[in-house]
Nanobody
Framework: QVQLVESGGGLVQAGGSLRLSCAAS????????MGWFRQIQGKEREFVGF????????DYADSMKGRFTIARDNAKNTVYLQMNSLKPEDTAVYYC????????????????????WGQGTQVTVSS
């Protein structure tokens, strides 16, 4: 199995930026498509974004498009979530996840398609 560890969360003012990192164990990182989800207090965990095995394809939830960017460095077994123009409603626990599945269009938004999850990192955006 793969162990995922998120880092980089913290407190930031509205309009600011933050970059989250997710470090994966092992040497098979490039075999996994990677995703980011978040869970706002009192709500269900929701899709944030996705990046393909090679890093050549990304997609995001509508509310994140234009503000969030996912990248990966397979040589370092790390995936990143760059968050810009942060809003108070972005306050949540952010989770990194990995999948061995072959994704068809849109299927990467489903939590059930991912195999491994990190423990999450808290992001708080103040007004």
């Amino acid at each position: 199995q793969v162990q995922l560890v998120e880092s980089g969360g913290g407190l930031v003012q509205a309009g600011g930026s933050l970059r989250l990192s997710c470090a994966a164990s092992g040497r098979t990182f490039s075999s996994y498509a990677m995703g980011w989800f978040r869970q706002i207090q009192g709500k269900e965990r929701e899709f944030v974004g996705f990046i393909s095995r090679s890093g050549g394809t990304t997609d995001y939830a509508d509310s994140m498009k234009g503000r969030f960017t996912i990248a990966r460095d397979n040589a370092k077994n790390t995936v990143y979530l760059q968050m810009n123009s942060l809003k108070p409603e972005d306050t949540a626990v952010y989770y990194c996840t990995a999948s061995t599945n072959v994704f068809y269009s849109g299927t990467y938004t489903s939590r059930s398609r991912y195999d491994y999850w990190g423990q999450g990192t808290q992001v708080t955006v103040s007004s």
